[in-house]
């Protein structure tokens, strides 16, 4: 699927700092149970910088229409949407539907500047109001699919359906199955004739709500405070816009993100943008819940998606969906980072893992040997435990054998392991038989595994007595930054190293690499700092 025309030159991408790119508007939901509540919320959102509110008035107790809707346009600090959702479209609303389209009459006569109105009883709404609006009010009809995304086809027929009512905006809200669901919704949205509201709810639909600026949406929604949502998989309002700069997105902005399954945790996002941001680099990255790398690639195959990073567990899949592979990569099995080439779409993959971890490792051994100043790698001829032959694993092994260690990888199953240490000509073993592995004391150990990584930070891949036979321990997870197993090798007496220094030393790789501009370190190790 192809939404734009040709590739950008690097030079095309950067940006005049506090240009706003687009006109999509930043639309927060307020749902109180009170008016006076809702006022306070309306205030909020204009804090936190929304262009307008949707004030639902399904979620009112003791709701008066004259009375409470006259409140709550004339002390409004923003334009105002209403919406009187129906339990039968999702809403809270069970009662009467006349008097709840009495309702939505109202407000557009009290000067509300839209109103929503469902599909379902447009065409009952327009024939009460004969044809006579005030000017100002623009009615947004609207369709929501709790179950899916349908086709490309079956959603421009329901475009076509909402036209004919005689809206002014047109509204179609699905359910991502999948990340792919978004691109059905972007390839109506960047082809509508009409203002669009385009969006899939849900985790995996995400990108449809930072990325409905890119492809001219009217608006989208952000929330005020963070979980408390009118739909699934709302950002808030301060992420849109302090996150994904969601002002300077435009037509032309590049597309990069991290793809990993889970995602949630991720502080790439944080790290790249403020990074594309203070270098004026007309970039978004976002993260990619990814169910099937394969499928994400050939969906998104235009050219303006044209870099990702990799992440637990699409760092082997990866690989298998590159045009060309960097050797190291090829000699590792596995890729974090894939680069659109410009000049002819191919996908290259490339491998930086082992550059940031093992950079990040031999700085540890510096500190702890008390130099700076050591010829050669402080790696070379040392026992160098790596726990996982995932992704990772295989970077971490790759750069051990690279800087002279001695290599064992530790592995739940012990043909995996083997193959990998193979590769290496190293040792391996299962993760059960390195409780009791310790030929030599002084040996480093490396966690590339996901155990200990939130939700479950309660658990740690080995346990306390066997750490203290190592020198030092680097955990690959960061979230948390101190994860049990870094917590009780300290205690061991070992040196530690955070994951969070792998994360910093592959980003700033990555950057230059997305970019074409070297990364600002300490501007990224500030943010992924505040962030942690």
């Not at 919704?185 to 409905?212: A, D, N, W």
Request: hydrophobic share 40%.
């Amino acid at each position: 699927m192809t939404l734009l025309s040709g590739p950008l030159a690097v030079s095309d991408l950067h940006t005049t700092n506090g240009t706003r790119r687009n006109s999509t508007l930043i639309c927060a939901p307020v749902m109180a149970e009170s008016v006076d509540q809702m006022l306070v919320q309306m205030g909020k959102a204009r804090e936190v910088g929304a262009d307008l509110v949707e004030i639902r008035l399904d979620f009112l107790k003791n709701f008066s229409p004259i009375q409470d809707l006259e409140i709550l346009i004339k002390h409004s600090p923003l334009p105002t949407l209403f919406t009187y959702r129906p339990a039968w479209e999702g809403g809270q609303y069970k009662g009467d539907d006349n008097k709840r389209q009495d309702a939505l009459r109202l407000a557009m006569e009290l000067g509300a500047d839209y109103i929503d109105v469902e599909l379902q009883v447009a065409h009952d709404f327009y024939n009460s109001i004969q044809g006579e609006k005030p000017e100002k009010v623009k009615i947004i009809v609207s369709s929501h699919n709790y179950q899916k995304t349908p086709s490309t086809e079956e959603i421009g027929d329901l475009v076509a359906r909402i036209q004919a009512t005689g809206a002014d905006i047109v509204k179609i809200a699905t359910t991502a199955l999948d990340i792919t669901d978004s691109a059905r919704v972007f390839q109506v949205l960047v082809h509508s004739q009409v203002p669009m509201i385009g969006l899939v709810m849900g985790e995996k639909g995400l990108i449809s709500r930072v990325l409905s600026a890119k492809y001219g949406a009217f608006l989208t929604f952000g929330t005020i405070e963070a979980g408390v949502v009118s739909a699934p998989g709302q950002p808030t309002v301060k992420d849109l816009l302090d996150l994904y700069n969601f002002r300077f997105i435009g037509l032309d902005t590049k597309v990069h993100g991290v793809i990993g399954n889970p995602i949630g945790h991720s502080k790439s996002p944080h790290l790249y943008n403020a990074a594309f941001k203070s270098i004026n680099f007309n970039g978004i990255y976002l993260p990619l819940l990814v169910d099937s790398v394969a499928n994400f690639i050939n969906t998104y195959n235009s050219p303006d998606f044209v870099g990702y990073s990799f992440t637990i567990p699409h760092k082997e899949a990866g690989l298998k969906c590159c045009d060309e592979i960097d050797p190291k990569a090829k000699e590792i099995g596995a890729v974090n980072c894939m680069i659109r080439r410009p000049t002819d779409g191919k996908l290259i993959g490339y491998n930086v893992d082992y550059l940031g971890a093992i950079a990040a490792i031999e700085e540890g051994l510096r500190a702890l040997n008390g130099s700076s100043n050591t010829s050669g790698s402080l790696l070379a001829g040392k026992l160098f435990v790596v726990m996982g032959a995932g992704g990772a694993g295989k970077a971490l092994a790759y750069g051990g054998k690279e800087k002279g260690a001695r290599v064992v990888v530790a592995n739940r199953t012990y043909d995996k392991a083997k193959a990998l240490a193979d590769k290496v000509g190293g040792e391996a073993i299962t993760l059960a038989e390195l409780e009791n592995f310790h030929p030599e004391d002084g040996m480093v150990l490396a966690n590339t595994t996901s155990v200990g990584m939130k939700p479950r930070t309660d658990q740690t891949p080995i346990s306390k007595k066997a750490l203290k036979h190592y020198s030092l321990v680097f955990d690959a997870i960061y979230t948390p930054k101190w994860t049990r197993l870094l917590q009780e090798a300290q205690e061991s007496g070992a040196a530690v190293v955070f994951g969070t220094e792998m994360l910093l030393n592959q980003a700033f790789v990555q950057i230059e690499n997305f970019s074409g501009v070297p990364a600002p370190k300490q501007l990224i190790r500030d943010v992924l700092a505040r962030n942690t």
